[in-house]
């Protein structure tokens, strides 16, 4: 299983296929993802990248880290596993 990257500092007009396109260079790009807004459907100027292999990876992520993509620097990095960060509501009190 490949790593998957976060990739931030992400133009509003970047669409999943240029990261593809850009990523793809540097091996087989399993998936790529922008996340958006769920209320207005926008970029929220990050996304995810996940490469065929961890080697791939680690080689766009040294090759795109400070690249320029639509006129914004990309970061790029491994990313994180995601936290169970949800608030407590009404039934975690009781």
Same mark, same amino acid.
């Given at each position: =299983? %490949? =790593?998957k990257l976060y990739v931030g500092n #992400?133009?509003? !007009? &970047? !669409?999943e296929a240029d990261l593809r396109e850009h990523f793809g260079r540097f091996g087989s790009v399993?998936?790529?993802n922008i996340v958006t807004?769920?209320? &207005? %459907?926008r970029s929220r100027g990050f996304g995810f990248v996940e490469m065929s292999s961890d080697d791939e990876a680690q080689s766009a992520q040294r %090759? #795109?880290?400070g690249h320029e993509l639509d006129g914004r620097q990309l970061k790029v990095n491994e990313a994180k596993p995601r936290e169970d960060n949800r608030r407590g509501g009404y039934n975690d009190r009781y």
């Open positions: =299983m %490949g =790593m #992400l133009s509003f !007009q &970047t !669409q399993a998936s790529a807004d769920r209320d &207005t %459907g %090759g #795109l880290d």
